[in-house]
């Protein structure tokens, strides 16, 4: 079953512009991720993001996690042709905490 | 450290056949999970481990599949018989849950492409 459903689930944007994509979940959750994945590969670690946290930054990333909305968006700023992949949100269930359930994901192109 | 290592990286087999992907957690690591990825079903959680334990299997499509985790730095995935639906990449990935928060920041293995004629 999937808890997180992204949106779009396919984004198109020149060099430079700025990317966001968004994720909305089902019930209350201890926490967010998001990970990429780059075709024809495992996906790999961006952001944990924990339900009290309204905010956070790494890099040229930054998460938001709305619990009264059970949305959460992932921005890319200034972004480069190496970040076209797609791009999912996982949280936990709601009741176990150590579980990970992964959206459908957003496809991410971006044109050089 | 390797990674996650999962092998045979694609394998094609006949329906029928008794299919098995194997799966190297990172050292270290208590949690193990297993994914399957389609195009129309997007990336399902299968089984979780915890410390060689299963924790929830709810994900397992069928009697046809089988996990197991006989020590801390191995794990299989066993179909049989195969079928023609069941053409995906499969993942594993390992962690170790924050303290505190119960999170499990995932590292994920390069997948297992399989497919079933």
């Known amino acids: 079953s999937q808890q997180g459903e992204e949106d779009p689930q396919a984004l198109s944007i020149q060099e430079g512009e700025n990317a966001t994509m968004n994720c909305s979940y089902k019930t209350s959750i201890n926490n967010l991720q998001w990970y990429r994945q780059n075709s024809g590969r495992g996906l790999v670690h961006l952001i944990l993001i924990r339900s009290n946290e309204r905010e956070k930054h790494s890099g040229r990333l930054r998460v938001t996690l709305d619990t009264s909305k059970k949305s959460s968006s992932l921005l890319i700023t200034a972004s480069r042709a190496a970040d076209t992949a797609s791009y999912f949100c996982?949280?936990?269930?709601?009741?176990?905490?150590?579980?990970?359930?992964f959206g459908p994901g957003t496809s991410l192109s971006v044109i050089p | 450290d390797a990674g996650v290592i999962q092998s045979p990286r694609h394998e094609v087999t006949e329906m029928g056949q008794e299919v098995t992907l194997r799966c190297k957690p990172i050292s270290g690591h208590d949690y193990l999970f297993w994914y399957r990825q389609t195009m129309m079903r997007g990336l399902e959680l299968l089984i979780y481990?915890?410390?060689?334990?299963?924790?929830?299997d709810s994900g397992m499509p069928e009697d046809r599949f089988s996990a197991k985790m006989p020590n801390a730095s191995f794990s299989t995935l066993k179909i049989q018989p195969s079928e023609p639906r069941d053409s995906a990449v499969y993942f594993c990935?390992?962690?170790?849950?924050?303290?505190?928060?119960?999170?499990?920041?995932?590292?994920f293995g390069a997948g297992s492409r399989l497919t079933v004629l």
């Open positions: 481990f915890n410390n060689n334990v299963p924790i929830d």
């Open positions: 996982a949280t936990d269930d709601g009741t176990s905490y150590d579980k990970v359930i």
């Open positions: 990935a390992s962690s170790y849950s924050l303290s505190g928060s119960g999170a499990n920041v995932l590292t």
